[in-house]
């Protein structure tokens, strides 16, 4: 099984709507990334949790990291077309400060 | 400044021929990684480097992949007797240094397809 879980796969919401993406792992989490990532292109770093409970904005985006349940929620508020693509969580799951865990992403898509 | 930047963007070639793909880091990155990333998954991590040496190659599938950076910066990913299951696009990241503290940087990615 997936050692980080994404959910939901996919996403279709409307233009303004708000949105929460969830990532869950099985094993410690030692670092929590969120990436963004549009076809062809490379990974978009967004933001880094490291502490149980910490929370951070950046723009319409806020993730937080909830330690004792394993699990990490980005949630976008009033989306807009420009947000629409692969939300990507990855996890330093071994403590190994370098090797990065991902889920399998959520495709997120945002009509006009 | 500019990012982490990878050639080809694209590479076919045929199977059970050899292939090197390049990555470029961040100047100034001591940690560089590679990741392979297959059609609908997260990447996946294959290699990491601190400085020129390899400290971690757990994640390279077998003994016919290997990657060198002999000067602390530019790195290439060699594949040889490709094989079809080797398509995927093969990611490079670099970060200032290692630990949670340092973000990975990724770069655009090369597609490798084997015919």
């Known amino acids: 099984s997936q050692e980080l879980e994404q959910s939901p796969q996919s996403l279709i919401v409307q233009e303004g709507k708000n949105l929460t993406i969830n990532c869950t792992s099985s094993?410690?989490?030692?670092?929590l990334y969120w990436y963004k990532q549009k076809y062809g292109e490379g990974l978009i770093f967004l933001m880094m949790?490291?502490?149980?409970?910490e929370e951070k904005s950046h723009e319409k985006i806020t993730a937080k990291l909830d330690e004792k349940k394993q699990q990490s929620s980005l949630h976008i508020t009033a989306s807009q077309p420009s947000h629409a693509g692969i939300y990507l969580c990855?996890?330093?799951?071994?403590?190994?400060?370098?090797?990065?865990?991902f889920g399998k992403g959520t495709l997120l898509t945002v009509n006009p | 400044g500019a990012g982490v930047s990878q050639t080809p963007s694209n590479k076919v070639t045929e199977k059970g021929k050899y292939v090197e793909l390049r990555c470029d880091p961040i100047?100034?990155?001591?940690?560089l990684y590679w990741y392979r990333q297959s059609l609908g998954q997260g990447p996946e991590f294959l290699i990491y480097?601190?400085?020129?040496?390899?400290?971690?190659d757990s994640g390279l599938p077998n003994d016919r992949f290997f990657a060198v950076r002999p000067e602390g910066s530019v790195s290439t990913l060699k594949i040889q007797r490709t094989e079809r299951g080797d398509s995927a696009v093969y990611l490079c990241?670099?970060?200032?240094?290692?630990?949670?503290?340092?973000?990975?940087?990724f770069g655009p990615g090369t597609r490798l397809t084997v015919t």
């Open positions: 990241a670099s970060s200032l240094e290692i630990g949670q503290h340092y973000e990975q940087y």
């Open positions: 094993k410690t989490l030692y670092g």
């Open positions: 949790l490291q502490k149980g409970g």
């Open positions: 990855g996890a330093d799951i071994g403590g190994s400060n370098y090797k990065l865990t």
């Open positions: 100047s100034g990155h001591t940690a």
């Open positions: 480097f601190q400085g020129t040496g390899a400290a971690d």
